[in-house]
């Protein structure tokens, strides 16, 4: 029989002391703590300072950190409750709101948490990842929802935002109201960012593009779009397709220990960088007229990805899952009769080889495109004499 460990007899002891002394109840663990606000500054500007009617009730805060504290990410990690804070509390629409920035140092990643109130306690109700470190703090807009529809809370460099209808949004305490957007299509916001030590001139467009009411947490909305190449290359595409575990932004999934882990924001999922490329001009249904083939791609927490769409001479455009950047480019192409689609950087130095007799769509440098064969086919690029790259495509 092993002994009572020494820790143990004596904090009991300790215990029964305090008690038959008369010195009290036993003492109680502090309060979780969590700040109001976040300590980010530009130059002598905060950039989230404390918003809400109820961020200075001492009540709420409480309830808010401690739910927090309790929630767990999709993997288990928890929140690092001294790196993290609230961004705002108050009421919104008859009930209570409270936004957090989570850091979960476990993940290296931000997360943005909406609580809602419940009676005097709080509880998680959304929560979106974004995979950047620190984002959500240095950030100036990010997506709120709520069964009145999207709003965005803004940080205080922002003069002013504009909707997708490119008209002005009314902001109460860093919060807007409600901004109609469609549930699986893509909308840009556009902020004004006032002078600041970072930016001495301010900033007139500081374009983001929203995908959508129906993306399903943890997916994190925003995209930033300095440049616009991503409202052009979302145009007329489903985001929530592109969503799914077979769309592009969510085919690639995140692993946890060597294992794909569903419940997490997919390795595949955009951050920035959205643009497109045409590739060719290929006939690929039943009316022979040909349609642009083009190549979509986007940067990730995991690297740049990349995907192939066409738009047919009639109907929605058809894209392919992701596939990461590498030298020989392999996708497929969900048609009603499915092609591959390879694509590479083509240069005297390389060459590719197919298996003998693969009849062929389209064959140019740098892009071949054939019926996706029956059973498993074998593809081979040589980069190099000591260097060979397969993609293997076809069966079941």
Not at 265 to 279: E, F, G, M, N, R
Not at 364 to 371: N, Y
């Amino acid at each position: 029989m092993g002994s009572v460990p020494r820790t143990g007899i004596t904090g009991a002891a300790l215990v029964l002391a305090l008690l038959a002394g008369g010195c009290g109840t036993i003492p109680k663990e502090p309060a979780v703590a969590l700040r109001v606000g976040y300590d980010t500054l530009d130059g002598t500007l905060a950039v989230w300072p404390s918003r809400g009617s109820l961020a200075g009730d001492p009540q709420a805060t409480t309830a808010v950190a401690k739910a927090v504290d309790e929630w767990r990410s999709p993997v288990e990690d928890r929140v690092y409750l001294p790196s993290s804070g609230i961004l705002w509390l108050g009421e919104v629409d008859g009930g209570r709101l409270a936004l957090v920035a989570a850091d979960v140092p476990g993940e290296s990643a931000s997360w943005l948490l909406q609580l809602a109130g419940n009676g005097p306690d709080f509880h998680v109700e959304r929560a979106v990842e974004y995979t950047d470190p620190g984002y959500l703090v240095y950030s100036d807009v990010l997506p709120v929802q709520l069964s009145t529809g999207r709003r965005y809370l803004v940080s205080a460099r922002v003069d002013r935002l504009l909707g997708p209808d490119r008209q002005t949004l009314a902001i109460t305490d860093g919060l807007t109201g409600p901004v109609a957007l469609p549930a699986c299509a893509a909308a840009t916001v556009t902020a004004r960012l006032r002078p600041s030590e970072s930016l001495p001139n301010g900033k007139s467009a500081d374009r983001l593009v929203d995908l959508g009411t129906g993306a399903v947490g943890p997916r994190y909305p925003l995209i930033t779009d300095d440049t616009g190449s991503a409202a052009a290359a979302l145009r007329g595409l489903d985001t929530c397709a592109l969503g799914e575990k077979t769309g592009a932004f969510g085919s690639i999934p995140h692993r946890v220990h060597g294992r794909a882990h569903p419940g997490s924001v997919p390795a595949s999922w955009p951050i920035d960088q959205v643009k497109t490329k045409t590739l060719a001009e290929v006939a690929l249904d039943d009316t022979g007229r040909p349609s642009k083939l083009e190549q979509l791609s986007w940067r990730t927490a995991d690297g740049m990805m990349t995907a192939v769409m066409v738009r047919p001479t009639a109907g929605p455009p058809v894209v392919s899952a992701a596939d990461r950047v590498e030298p020989l480019q392999g996708y497929v192409l969900p048609l009603p009769s499915p092609v591959v689609v390879l694509s590479w950087e083509d240069s005297p130095d390389v060459s590719l080889t197919l298996p003998p007799g693969t009849p062929r769509r389209v064959d140019r440098p740098g892009l071949i495109v054939l019926d996706k064969p029956t059973s498993r086919q074998t593809y081979s690029l040589m980069v190099s004499p000591e260097k060979t790259v397969d993609r293997s495509f076809g069966g079941n």
